[in-house]
């Protein structure tokens, strides 16, 4: 069981990054840079202070507005902090501390960040796909050399059962979700299958859930593809394994 300290550590950690990620979904889209100019005020332009940018706090002392000019800020930013901090502790408490955790964390924060992402802009940017795949690679060569060949066939194998479902159905899926179920293989090896089921289970529920409140005329709206990827990918990290052991353990 992981000591209560490392997993308090690492919801900080997660807060802290979380905070990075609502950069990144706001300027990677953008094609603006993630380091510079510090964030600021969208409304008067004054620059946020590190006492005003307390990952969840300062959006609460503040009541959600600019201390120089009122301006509303998004509750995404309290969510998306509170959400990656959340996961982080659940990774960590769950899964353990280890080496592991090197690939663990960043495959949760991709998650979200590409998540937000799509709601917001309908696209799964490969500036984020392709330097994750690569650390992927290089993150197992280092923790585990001997899962690469799971994670590589995992990888193969997710990328080309989306690529199949997008070219049949490409209405409801694009190249960009196709991509990050390859990515989400390399990460999670056999987990992978788990993630893609509850991908597909929760996009067919929603999808099932607008029909009904909305007749037919649902079938013609786009619903992004990758939050439930992501969603699927959190739970095959979290406890993939354990379904794959529950399902052969009951049926094989």
């Not at 796909?129 to 280092?142: F, I, Q, R, S, T």
């Not at 859930?209 to 786009?222: C, D, N, P, Y």
């Amino acid at each position: 069981m992981s000591d209560p300290f490392e997993i308090a550590v690492l919801v900080v950690l997660g807060l802290l990054v979380g905070s990075f990620l609502n950069v990144v979904i706001h300027r990677l889209p953008l094609g603006e840079s993630l380091v510079t100019p510090r964030s600021r005020c969208v409304a008067c332009g004054v620059p946020i202070a590190a006492y005003d940018n307390v990952p969840v706090i300062s959006w609460l002392l503040l009541r959600g507005r600019c201390r120089h000019c009122g301006t509303a800020f998004s509750a995404r930013y309290p969510a998306i902090e509170a959400l990656t901090g959340t996961l982080f502790g659940a990774v960590a408490a769950i899964r353990g501390v280890d080496g592991e955790l090197a690939l663990e964390l960043p495959f949760v924060a991709l998650m979200i960040a590409v998540a937000a992402i799509d709601l917001e802009h309908r696209i799964v940017p490969n500036k984020l796909l392709a330097p994750a795949a690569v650390w992927a690679l290089v993150g197992w060569a280092l923790v585990d050399p001997g899962f690469l060949p799971e994670a590589l066939a995992a990888g193969a194998g997710a990328f080309t059962f989306l690529l199949v479902a997008a070219l049949a159905h490409p209405a409801g899926m694009g190249m960009g979700d196709v991509k990050l179920a390859g990515g989400m293989g390399l990460y999670l090896g056999l987990s992978v299958i788990p993630a893609l089921m509850v991908a597909f289970l929760a996009g067919s529920a929603v999808g099932v859930a607008m029909i009904a409140r909305e007749g037919s005329g649902a079938r013609k709206k786009g619903v992004p593809f990758a939050p439930f990827l992501a969603l699927g990918g959190v739970v095959g990290v979290l406890v993939g394994g354990d379904l794959i052991s529950l399902y052969a353990d009951r049926f094989l």
